[in-house]
């Protein structure tokens, strides 16, 4: 009855107990009746006034109608989820997976529960809200617009469900946003309403369509459409977003630019700003959920008339908001943004000569996204810094010297985006192409040295001023500059390493008596020094391993001093916090990886010392409590707060658990992310010494092994099978080299890896398609290890799955290749074809990307495992791959080219691995998909495929019988005879593979002596050989080099080559194979090299030596070495004097 009569606190009731039990509470009615009640309270409100009790009820039952919603949706979460299992624990996650995220991310179900519910009540509701708002307090108003932003977040289908109820929901929450006269927090909480609605998944995709249904919500949302208030101006997001922008920051900038810099707060944090910077993090969600296409005609004019305004223009608030706004526009919109990137780069560089620090902040601000939004090729070559670099970097340069410790100390960061960002990464991963640094390398670390290196750390108001952080930005900056300068940073290693190992020192004194170090003084063990250490360390051994292989002589003694230090501390008991305190142990663990990856077999000494850190990190149990929580912790984590303890390094999360009531979830989150460290630190060792790693390579697997499996942390578990790769491949390595009781170590291990991992992918998250990759990779990798490891003296490899394990282990891979080729249809369908803005569509085509990057390692590791087995792997061929990737080779069985990709590589591997009678009956089906992946108009214009389909013409031809391809042979000429003719006109780089394979297989099929079609008429074989011979030597495929090398010497041998004709082409192809056969580069085998050798000196016996010196004068110098080479260790040797450079 209370409820019914809309009472508060019998609504507050009914709130807390569909809050704490909703599984019970919505089997304790039917949802009609709920609905009904609600009704009936909603009719008892029908005469609006303005009386606190009246608005109170109207926020309680508000309340109370969002938590029912979202009781609803989480029990249709769980019911449908549950699979037998305990359902009330299934709720428990539920409920933290949806109280630690902020994404909305969810999808409307019309036909709902919590959708029928906000049809028939949310838009009584809001009508009353928009009548009273005038009046409302604004506690009152931020409580209705917090139970309204925790409904989008996690019961989408109550506020989406009717288009009626949404269009009303944002005339609302915009009405209260415009009402200037309100609290910044209560405007700012209206549009994080709307924020997250437009976040959650089918919205957003409607309106992003470009659809007639999207343009009602999009005028409301953008311009106001149908909004009044006190202002009456009816604004939009944008223009809302932008006035608190500019007057929710702090008016004195003296306070400002006092306060010390932190390395622990985030660059733009200061708390006078919070409504400015949570106005810019909202005005970045619109923008991006809205798209680029519709918004930035919309919030550009504004960015113009904040900075062209000559009324404004001495006013800084306004041109730091214009430069913080066109960041925005970036980070959400950066395809659209494209062609307004010229204009950002000279508004931040103009504005970082203005006179406010703000402003200056902001513009290097700018300028580091630019960098990280910058496009980087495989060379490294960026399309801004390109353009801008030069006039980039001096604007940095001259900024890293402001007397302003904020603005110096974010000069360098921005510095170090220029070096590492791009592609949209922090650090994307591919290095910067030295020509855009080396030029400015001593200008930068002249102004670097003059200006934040100088400071003196032993001058206490220096310190407080936040000098230790200035200090450590410019050693990150350093770092930086050196690794992308390389060997051009030589020069400044005299000057600079001596200065990185003072840092790394400072405030410590070495006993070399004990090798132990001890602080100098109490100040020495402060926060901001060991960061200060940790840094200069990590710089030292970035700096000697960046100057490259050629100068690492030039580092060996710096290298023995890091050693000596890292020694001191990690000989200390490992329950000791003291070696934590004087350098954070994950920047020691990491710098010693750095060393050892320089100094090689010599760090093998350093690993018993080393390995005990890491091991301890690994096989440290999680910390992880549940004690009981109280109201204002449930609160805080529904509205996605999480209360983080900085001290202890903890972060928790309140749930409210049927039969338990309420309770606090607390992770020790710096021990997970040190588990994270110790595992990329282990894989940096194991990778740098390989065969020396292999002693500790069955302790160390040990140790990470069950980390794939760490439920806490997805990172953990990625980084952990990351790591196992290079500790299976060095044991695999000592298994060879050593033999003995190591010889079994990889086939104890392999097993075990290879199940753990393949389960995992199976229970992994299919969203986390980051975590799922790593896994992945992983798995490719320790099965291409067991793959090429093979002992020489009986032919065996080291390790080796069964046919059992591989039939379990494919069964696993196949499954997950149907989960992710799932994924990829799904995207395909909802999302390309429907989703107009190029930025939406463009971060769909990164996703699935990612998902075929994660394809690919998927169908190696049943590659691998098919090559490992041969023909006993037919059964498994049989019985799961054809029945799933059989009707894949074919464009009518998926219109997605990258499932046919795979099924066509794994159809090739057969062929070529698994024996005559195996491609006898299955290279047909095969025949089928790659005439379809040759031809551009049923390729999909997909380059991999039509690569794996001529890859396939080369094996059918060699292993299959003869008449495969009889009928289509002549089909298949023309075709390749065009790929060749196309892409060498095209002279790209990315073609050379393409042209070498198909060289491959036209000599498979038409030139070699063996070849199925070498005497079939209508085929200019002499065309061919000729295209043959230019082409070769074959460098891009080692397999394919060795065969087509081998039958090289067959035809020259048989005559079918004339030495004599071909003199100057062979001299070149033979030089060139003796020369990457030199680099380490697996181009021939040891028998093709020797044939190679004496046909080098026939053709020397028997061709004129003028012409000898002729041809060899026309060769590159690799080339030339390498003729020398192979005469040297031919059976003409002796006459190699004949040939002079």
Known sequence: PGCAAADPTSLQLLEYLAARSPLSFCRSGTPEGIVSLFTSAISSLQNPCTDARYVKCVEALLGA???????????????????????????????????STTDAKGCV????????????????????????????SDELLSRCMEHLSHAASNCPSLLAGDGQALSLLARTCLSVAGISALEESTRLSALEVLAAVCDIDDVKRTLLSGSSSAEPLLCILLNGEGVSNSSGDGSGVLRICAEIIVNGVDDDINEWSADAPSLQDDATSWDEDDSAMYAESLIESFLHNLGGSNTLPAVLPLVETLLGNASNSDVWQQK?????????????????????????????????????????????????????ADTIDEDGVGKVRTGYGARMLQSMAHLVASPCMKVASHASLAIVSFCLGGNGRENCGVSLEKSTIVPYLSDLMSALTSGPLSLDMTNSSQVRNGAATVLVRAIAAVSCLANVG?????????STMPGLLGCAYFGLELDHASGCVHPVSPQALSHELSMLRGAALESATIVGEAIGEDNAAMYRSDAEKIMVLAL?????????????VIIPMDQLLAGCARVANVIKDDYAPFLPYVLPRLLNRAKEEADISVTDGDESGLEASKRGNLDRDDDEGTESVTVALPGMGTKKLTFNTTQIQEKAQAARAMYEHANALGVAFGPYAETCASAFLPLVKFKYSPEVRSTSAQTLSPIFNAACQYALSTG?????????????LVNTIASQLEEEDQDDNETLFALADSLSEICYSAFRHVNEVNGRRVAQLDFNQSHKLVSQLVNCIGSCLERRSEMIQSTLAVVTDEDERAHCEDLLQIEADTLTEYVNSIGYTLKSLGEGFVPIFESIIVPYFGKLLLAEGTNDTRARLAAVEIYDDMVEYCGSAAAAKFSPSLVQGIMQGIDDSTNGGDRDLKRASVYGIAQIARYAPNSTLSSVAFQILP????????????????????????????????LFNDAPYGTIDGVDKSSLLKKFLQVLPICQDYDEAKVCHDKLCDLIESGAVSMTAEAPALMRIVGQIFADVEDGEEVASTATCSRLAVILTKIQESVDSGLIQKCFSQLSPEAQNGIQIALERGAGAGNGAVISP
Do not use: W
Request: charged letters at 15%.
């Open 740 to 752: 003995g009781d190591a010889a079994s170590l990889p086939q104890s291990l392999l097993p075990a």
């Open 65 to 99: 109608v969002c938590e029912v919603g979202n009781s609803f949706e989480t029990s249709e979460k769980a019911i449908s989820k549950n699979k037998g299992g305990n359902v009330n624990e299934l709720l428990f996650l539920l409920q933290v997976q949806a109280n």
């Open 975 to 1006: 075709n390749l005879m065009s790929i060749v003719t196309d892409a060498e006109s095209a002279e790209e780089e990315e073609n050379t593979y393409l042209v070498e394979i198909t060289v491959s297989a036209l000599a498979s099929m038409f």
């Open 486 to 494: 390389g060997e051009d940073f030589v020069p400044f290693y005299g």
């Open 568 to 580: 001191a501390l990690l000989k200390a008991p490992a329950d000791q916090k003291a070696a934590d």
């Open 109 to 136: 179900n019309p036909q709902s529960n919590a959708a029928s519910l906000g049809r028939t009540c949310l838009p009584l509701l809001l009508d009353m809200i928009l009548k009273i708002t005038p009046s409302n």
């Open 320 to 372: 730091r908001a214009a430069l913080s706004i066109l960041e925005r526009c970036l980070l959400a919109a950066p395809v659209a943004f494209t062609a307004h990137i010229p204009v950002a780069i000279e508004t931040a560089l103009s504005l970082s000569a203005h006179p406010s620090p703000r402003v200056q902040f902001q513009s290097l601000q700018l300028l580091g996204a630019l960098c990280i």
